[in-house]
């Protein structure tokens, strides 16, 4: 993953494999084609118990110039797994999101515009 991004989307989970996949993807498919060069994704995992581990490595395996995947050896707390994450980051901002947060077409190109 190239050094050099202007944003990092740093989102903490825990035990939300499959709401934590569909907010990936949603990022996922609004940066390919458009700004791979300018936009990755980090998501650190507060030591889950379910299969978020599985769902998010298969994620990193097949987009890894854009997602990044980290797991926490024990469950650290939010505050913890938020300054992981952003320790993580690479971009020049960091725009944190919630694991469940439902975003709208078009907001990576509005985020990335403004910036």
């Not at 980051?89 to 078009?106: E, H, N, Q």
């Amino acid at each position: 993953m190239s050094e050099n991004k202007l944003l990092s989307i740093a989102i903490p989970t825990y035990n939300r494999a499959e709401i934590v996949k569909k907010t990936v993807m949603t990022l996922i498919n609004q940066i390919l084609g458009k700004h791979e060069d300018l936009v990755d994704i980090v998501v650190a995992d507060n030591a889950s118990t379910d299969n978020t581990q599985e769902v998010l490595l298969q994620i990193q395996s097949e987009y890894p110039n854009i997602f990044k995947y980290t797991k926490n050896e024990e469950n650290m707390g939010l505050g913890k797994n938020l300054q992981i994450s952003s320790d993580r980051a690479v971009g020049k901002y960091v725009w944190f999101c919630s694991d469940d947060d439902v975003l709208y077409d078009g907001v990576v190109d509005k985020v990335v515009e403004v910036l």
